[in-house]
Each structure stands twice: as structure tokens, then as C-alpha cells.
């Protein structure tokens, strides 16, 4: 049973829907049998699944009632740092549920896919402009895999020339995911600490790049928010050593129209068209990570390639030797795409230049409204989030984790907590382009209101979220005895 509050205070239990299951009741009906009645094959006897017993109504119910209690882009502000959780335009699902879309299977021939296979062409064309790049495959399923699939290309690159390197810099500033998408690759990552500023500093990587480092993994802007001033410099020494650099390309919403990385000196990048490029994320998914990547490391993207023939007919080209394979079946989550492909489209470079520009401008005014009531480990200009710190509210033993569940009570999705790591205690938030000033007020005024209660009632944070249908959960129980079956 899960508690419910009702508008007088009292608590309700709610059944769970295996609890809802009574003997005897079914939400379908067999159609009548016209094939003559015939035994299972030797082997397939056995009990049936072990299934609640509920009707079509029981069945509608319990997951309307469950999807009225879900927190979303669509219902409340979700400012979940490094996750870009914003807001999804519907005329983009209008577009990826044509029919011609909704329908085409992966394995129409290209004379029958023409339409799929344009926007798919156009999307790669779309994204090399915005990045500065100039070969792009949307095979990635997500961005840990565009990024497992960058340092693929990266060492087959390096051993086309003949060189085996061992090792990838990875700044203290980077996504969680970038050292291990290295090691995958047979590259042991090798740590490098952010300046005071909180960004790279030249001398730092100068310091640790040598022939045997395949190149750097850079996020920009990178997890604190920031964005990373001395890459142009730090890519030249990378270059001039041999290596290669690469980007983290997941915060890019802070970015488009304002800043190519390629121009920047970078080699290769990643995408999450799930996060900036307008399609639903969340839920586990699915995702979309494209790698975009120089003309030298264009060779050894993913098969098959998508060309352009002389008669301007689109083709899958399977033909290349270099390249280092399928990295995902059929040519990535084309549902995704064609969502980014129609978002691209709906804004035009003025559009996303602005969502730019706003989302920097939202991410700026929380960090002012916010810093005296919480501690700014960095106060200076953000980009796309501010990264704040549980510090101001530790001597009073309230944490990170009870600032995050009690903005729960107060309607809204905590913000990202406990990363980046490299500031004790944080809270990431990102306000997206997408929320209002309004919206945003609204929004600082309940984490202002719980900085004075953690500073005057303490325990109310302890005890939080108290509102919600699910009370505090036991994480450290959770993690150690996970209930993978109920």
C-alpha cells in the first residue's frame, strides 16, 4: 500500500495494482475459436504467469492515477542541472507521428526511404554548421555512446598512423561518463585539476601532455557551468603533441549559435539531441548522441554512411574500410532526430541563438538571486546552470539532500545534488530557456523560504518530503538490498 494525503490531513492507503487484483476479473475477451482445439507442444505446459486479475477499468485507473502523480517538464519547473530538462514544443511530435515517419521500417530500401533519409541528411548537414565540424553519424543511441564511439574513431585514427597511445586527460570538471567511455577504449584516464576559476589552465594540461596521451576529453561548458576560456589554447597544446581533442558536447544549449567548438580546435564531439534539441528526456529514454568530428577522423565514422548521389538521390553506403563498424542497429533513434531535425528547422540560427542566450540569462539570474542564502562556490558568470553548495546550511546539519527533498513539498523537481565532485556538497541547477521569470521566482522564492527554515526549524528538512506520495526513502538501504521484483 503507498500513503495518500487527503485535503483534511488524514492519510489514505492506496492500493497498489497488485493489491487491486481480485479472482475472476479480466479486461479482455478471447475472440471465438475457429481452428480445431489442439495440445501444446511437448515443453510448453506449465503454470501461467503470475498476473494480477483486473479489469480494463482497474487497468485505466491505476495508471492514469499514476501518470496525474508523476512531476514533469509539463507540470512544474525541472531545473536538473547538466540534463536540460526543458520544455518539448508539441509541434515536433506532430511531425515525428506522420505517417510516412511513424511507419517507415529500418529496413526499406533507400529508393523506398527518400523523405527519412533526407532529414536525416539534413539533420547531420544542420548539426555540422552549428558545431563547426564537418562529418557528423547520428548512429549514437546517447551521449555516453557518442562519446564510447569519438574515442573509437580517435584510436583507430592514431593507429592509422601508426601510434598506440595509452592514455586520455580528463579534466576534474568533466561528465562522470567521459573516463569511463575511455577506459572502454583500452585508454587509462588521466585526472586533471580545474584552475581557481574553475576552468582548465594551459600550464596544468602542458604539464601532463606527452606522446604517449591520445588526446583530452573536455566538457564545455563543463559541469560547474562555465565555460572553458582556455580551450583554444590547451587544444594547441594537445596538437602539438600529437593528440587529439574532444568535447563533451551535452551542455551545448548554452552555446548554439554563439560558439563552434570546431573553431575552437576541437576534434570531435558529442551531442544529446535529447536534451538541446528538443526531445523528451527522462524515463530512461530513448536518447540520441551524434558525433560530430573533423574532416581527418570523417573515414572512420560508423557504417553506413549516408551519401548523396550525382543524380541527388540518398544512399547507405556500407563501403568504408577504415570505419570502426555499427556502433547501433539501423542508423540510431530515428524518432529523436527527426524531432531535433524539426526543432533546428522551427527555430532557424536566430531561434537558437536566443534559446541560447536566454537560458544563460535564466541561469545567471538565479545565481543572483540565490547566493546570499546560498553559498556560490564560484561567483562569477555562469552559463547554462549555477553550481551552489550545501555549505551556509551545514552548521545546522542540514545537507544538500534535505535541501532536495523538502523543494519537493514545495512542488518542484530537485535540482541535480552531489555533483560535480568537485565541490563539496552541491546543488547544479539549470533553469533552461524554457521558464519564465515568473516561473523562476517562484521557484527561488521556495529555496530562499527553505534556507530560512533549515536556519530556524532544522528538522522540518529532515523529515522531508512530507507531502509527497512516497515519504524520505532509505538510499543506502536501497542501494545495498535494491527490491529489483516488486
Request: aromatic fraction near 6%.
Amino acid at each position: 500500500m503507498t500513503a495518500r494525503v487527503g485535503t483534511t490531513g488524514l492519510v489514505f492507503e492506496e492500493p497498489l495494482i497488485w493489491e487491486r487484483s481480485r479472482s475472476g476479473r479480466t479486461g479482455f475477451s478471447m475472440p471465438r475459436r475457429d481452428v480445431p482445439e489442439a495440445p501444446l507442444p511437448p515443453g510448453l505446459e506449465g503454470e501461467a504467469p503470475d498476473l494480477p486479475e483486473l479489469t480494463e477499468v482497474d487497468v485505466v485507473r491505476h495508471f492514469t492515477r499514476l501518470s496525474q502523480w508523476n512531476v514533469s517538464v509539463d507540470t512544474t519547473t525541472y531545473p536538473l542541472g547538466s540534463c536540460t530538462m526543458k520544455y518539448n514544443p508539441r509541434l515536433h511530435e506532430a511531425v515525428v507521428a506522420l505517417e510516412g515517419l511513424r511507419t517507415a521500417h529500418p529496413l526499406l530500401p533507400p529508393a523506398l526511404a527518400q523523405g527519412p533519409l533526407r532529414i536525416l541528411w539534413e539533420t547531420e548537414r544542420f548539426l555540422a554548421e552549428i558545431t563547426g565540424m564537418d562529418a557528423v553519424s547520428l548512429q549514437p543511441a546517447a551521449g555516453a555512446q557518442g562519446e564510447l564511439t569519438g574515442i573509437l574513431v580517435i584510436r583507430a585514427f592514431l593507429a592509422r598512423r601508426g601510434e598506440r597511445r595509452t592514455k586520455i586527460l580528463v579534466p576534474d570538471t568533466a561528465h562522470g561518463t567521459n573516463p569511463a567511455s575511455a577506459a572502454l577504449c583500452g585508454l587509462r584516464p588521466v585526472p586533471v585539476a580545474s584552475g581557481p576559476g574553475g576552468v582548465l589552465e594551459p600550464a596544468a594540461v602542458e604539464a601532463v601532455m606527452d606522446e604517449d596521451v591520445a588526446g583530452i576529453m573536455v566538457t564545455n561548458p563543463n559541469t560547474l557551468g562555465l565555460f572553458e576560456e582556455n580551450l583554444k589554447e590547451v587544444a594547441e597544446i594537445v596538437h602539438e603533441k600529437g593528440g587529439l581533442v574532444y568535447c563533451d558536447g551535452a551542455n551545448l544549449n548554452a552555446l548554439m549559435g554563439v560558439v563552434r567548438m570546431g573553431d575552437l580546435g576541437v576534434d570531435a564531439m558529442h551531442l544529446n539531441l535529447h536534451k538541446t534539441f528538443s526531445a523528451p528526456h527522462g524515463g530512461g529514454g530513448p536518447g540520441s548522441g551524434p558525433l560530430c568530428v573533423r574532416a581527418p577522423l570523417e573515414p572512420f565514422l560508423p557504417v553506413p554512411r549516408i551519401v548523396e548521389r550525382p543524380d541527388g538521390s540518398l544512399d547507405l553506403d556500407h563501403d568504408r574500410p577504415l570505419s570502426v563498424g555499427r556502433v547501433h542497429a539501423f542508423y540510431g533513434n530515428f524518432g529523436v532526430i527527426v524531432r531535433a531535425w524539426a526543432y533546428i528547422r522551427s527555430m532557424g540560427a536566430e531561434g537558437l541563438r536566443r534559446a541560447s542566450e536566454l537560458a544563460v540569462l535564466n541561469a545567471n539570474y538565479v545565481k543572483e538571486r540565490l547566493k546570499d542564502v546560498l553559498h556560490l562556490p564560484y561567483d562569477r558568470p555562469c552559463l547554462h546552470e549555477c553550481v551552489f553548495t550545501d555549505r551556509n546550511q551545514i552548521p545546522r546539519k542540514v545537507t544538500a539532500l534535505d535541501i532536495a527533498k523538502r523543494l519537493i513539498d514545495y512542488g518542484y523537481h530537485p535540482p541535480t545534488i552531489y555533483f560535480p565532485l568537485v565541490v563539496r556538497g552541491a546543488l547544479m541547477i539549470e533553469p533552461t530557456e524554457t521558464e519564465s521569470k515568473a516561473d523562476l521566482d517562484g521557484f527561488i522564492e521556495a529555496l530562499r523560504a527553505i534556507a530560512a527554515e533549515a536556519e530556524a526549524e532544522p528538522q522540518l528538512l529532515h523529515d522531508a518530503p512530507v507531502q509527497a506520495k512516497r515519504r524520505r526513502l532509505d538510499e543506502a538501504a536501497a542501494a545495498r538490498s535494491p527490491c529489483l521484483t516488486g
